[in-house]
């Protein structure tokens, strides 16, 4: 099918989709559009990737040796109410390395919520044959990972080398 819209018609059209601005005969008539129409469907793709990408903008990663390693870009909290929480899940859970290194030397604070999330990270990337670390906890969130016994599975490292290093142990 070749698309009859002009470019700044689909970009406008694609922009409401996805803040849900159309009306609902309107969203009929582009999804029965876009599926069929290779440059609408390929507009649309990218431009969901971009706003995902604007959602989770307080992560980055960088990758060494084999290793990634996840950046909080600010400070933040891994908390029950925290949006960091969620996006933590999807930025590692949708990915497919499996040697990861969470810097959690922006997090503040962490609770229940936070430890369960970095568990079920942990558990995600052993089922893919490989392991979860944690670079640099402040004090106050290494004691939670002590007590709580998450240190023994996910240990702690202070020098981001030495981190890196330990996945070929
Ligand atoms: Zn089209």
Redesign the pocket.
């Known amino acids: 099918m070749v ?1 009859k ?1 002009e470019p700044i018609e ?1 970009e406008q059209i694609i922009a409401k989709y996805l803040s849900r601005g159309l009306g609902s005969d309107a969203v009929e008539e582009f999804e029965a ?2 599926l069929g ?1 290779d ?2 469907f390929e507009e649309l793709r990218v431009s969901e990737r971009l706003a995902a990408d604007l959602r989770s903008s307080n992560f980055s990663w960088k990758h060494s040796e084999g290793v990634s390693v996840l950046q909080f870009k600010a400070a933040a909290e891994l908390t029950h109410s925290a949006t960091e929480l969620e996006e933590l899940r999807k930025e590692v859970l949708e990915q497919s390395d499996s040697k990861v290194i969470i810097d959690l030397s922006r997090v503040t604070k962490i609770d229940s919520a936070g430890l369960g999330q970095l568990m079920s990270c942990y558990s995600h990337l052993v089922k893919n044959r490989g392991t979860l670390k944690v670079l640099n906890p402040k004090p106050e969130v290494r004691k939670l990972l002590d007590m709580t016994g998450l240190s023994t599975l996910i240990p702690s490292f202070s020098d981001e080398h030495e981190a890196v290093r330990s996945f070929k142990n």
């Open positions: 698309c819209k689909r559009h876009y129409c440059e609408c």
